[in-house]
């Protein structure tokens, strides 16, 4: 029963990006233990997935694009300074640099449009994998299963409405 309570830290652990040396000093088992349980269990498979996943992928693009925001505003706000001083040079130079980021933020925009397009998932899809899940619950744990059936039904109403 232990090595599952160790097995158990040790996957949040490897999801959350430890090594599997910090994960075994922490866990207190053998480095060896922690990679004969990644290849057994296919975490290293999970956790590509949840750190490529789309939604992590557009978290990191909206992180680029509000630095980049915030970026063009602290130009802007120096090219009115440079307005106020009459300084034509400084004016041209930065709007150089406002044009170089609004082109930026307008490529990654369009990045951030087409990852969004190509990961929509079908509601047919999301309805499938939920009744799977679902009849997995029922074989595993008929009595869990049965508890579950008004919330199964909201949730499917919820996800339908969605769409």
Known sequence: MAKDSERRTAKILFLDGKTQKEIASIVN????T??????KFGWKTEREARFGSSKKQIE?????????AEDRFCI???IQ???????AIDI?????????????VSKWNK?????????KISLATKIQVLENIFLE????DQKIFLKTLDFQEHYLTKIASTY
């Not at 640099?97 to 082109?103: C, F, L, N, P, T």
């Open 92 to 104: 041209k130079s930065l709007q150089k640099e406002a044009a170089v980021i609004d082109d930026g």
């Open 34 to 39: 922690i990679g004969d349980w990644v290849k």
């Open 137 to 140: 619950l029922q074989n595993y």
């Open 111 to 119: 990045t951030l449009e087409n990852l969004d397009k190509e990961n």
């Open 76 to 78: 802007h706000n120096r």
């Open 60 to 68: 990191n693009i909206r992180s680029i694009i509000s630095a980049m």
């Open 81 to 87: 300074k440079a307005k106020e001083d009459g300084n």
């Open 29 to 32: 088992v053998q480095e060896k």
